[in-house]
């Protein structure tokens, strides 16, 4: 198999997932699992197998990058198979293979699969719009307005409004992490070298808490890329990583879809 490194990183991740799951940390666990799927995404995205094949002589390497595609998704898929189980089984009939903790998934080889099919559906804005303002009018009536209004936390204020062109003034740029580690003294922030695509940059940030390290080589994030730099006690740090939530393990990097590339700038 091509890339047995790629292959061998995933298997690598199985301890620390198993015991976030081991310590009922499931949103730890699928952080992790995400984050390995943002990588596996990236590398299809890269390798663009579906360009390869109207290539001439390219066929071998087509095989190669779908044989590692198949096997990353069985590798996420054991992973992810206690919190979507249904999904899991309709794998285990589409690999031929099972998909149990009790080994590390193995390379799958030589292995007849079944034809493909459809494993969910993509929500419909329009059904969920739906079922939300059915929900609205069911509910009832007499309820009074303070109850109703403390079943829901209310949101964060928004900040003074701004002008399109004080907003023009800042530049968001798609990065892609190309190393991350821990900052020595330090409870919450990792190092990040960033790649904008024309120049890298070192940016510290507070995630430490809600990422490893390790998990974010190689993933795309959004950046503040003309950040007055700030000087602190570990160095220099060159920019700002975009993320959201209130802090501690609830953050979540803000990420691009599909497609984009260091340096694109995000409008």
């Known amino acids: 198999m091509a890339e047995p490194a790629l292959f061998e990183s995933f298997l690598a991740k199985e301890a620390t997932i198993a015991a976030a799951y081991d310590q009922r940390e499931f949103g730890k666990a699928v952080r992790e699992i995400m984050a390995l799927a943002d990588i596996a995404?990236?590398?299809?995205?890269?390798?663009?197998?579906?360009?390869?094949?109207?290539?001439?002589?390219k066929a071998n390497e087509?095989?190669?990058v779908c044989t590692m595609g198949l096997n990353l998704f069985h590798v996420l898929m054991t992973y992810l198979a206690p919190v979507v189980p249904a999904m899991a089984d309709k794998t285990r009939q589409f690999l031929n293979t099972p998909l149990s903790w009790r080994e590390s998934p193995k390379a799958l080889l030589g292995c007849p699969i079944n034809p493909f099919?459809?494993?969910?559906?993509?929500?419909?804005?329009?059904?969920?719009?739906?079922?939300?303002?059915?929900?609205?009018?069911?509910?009832?009536a007499d309820k009074p307005k303070a109850q109703k209004a403390a079943a829901v936390p209310a949101a964060a204020p928004s900040a003074t409004t701004i002008g399109i062109d004080v907003f023009s003034q800042i530049d968001?740029?798609?990065?892609?992490?190309?190393?991350?580690?821990?900052?020595?003294?330090?409870?919450?922030?990792?190092?990040?070298?960033?790649?904008?695509?024309?120049?890298?940059?070192?940016?510290?940030?507070?995630?430490?808490?809600?990422?490893?390290?390790?998990?974010l080589v190689?993933?795309?994030?959004?950046?503040?890329?003309?950040?007055?730099?700030?000087?602190?006690?570990?160095?220099?740090?060159?920019?700002?990583?975009?993320?959201?939530?209130?802090?501690?393990?609830?953050?979540?990097?803000?990420?691009?879809?599909?497609?984009?590339?260091?340096?694109?700038?995000?409008?």
């Open 62 to 64: 087509v095989k190669d």
């Open 117 to 140: 099919e459809a494993m969910i559906t993509r929500i419909d804005p329009k059904a969920v719009t739906a079922m939300v303002d059915a929900s609205r009018e069911a509910a009832p």
């Open 41 to 57: 995404n990236q590398y299809i995205a890269d390798k663009a197998p579906w360009a390869l094949a109207k290539e001439e002589g």
């Open 218 to 267: 190689d993933r795309l994030v959004v950046v503040v890329a003309n950040l007055a730099p700030r000087k602190m006690k570990f160095g220099v740090s060159e920019g700002m990583v975009l993320a959201a939530g209130p802090g501690g393990e609830d953050i979540f990097l803000l990420s691009p879809d599909d497609g984009a590339r260091p340096g694109m700038q995000v409008k």
């Open 172 to 215: 968001l740029r798609v990065a892609r992490i190309i190393s991350a580690e821990p900052v020595d003294g330090a409870d919450k922030l990792l190092r990040l070298q960033l790649d904008l695509g024309d120049s890298q940059r070192q940016v510290f940030a507070g995630i430490k808490t809600a990422y490893a390290a390790e998990a």
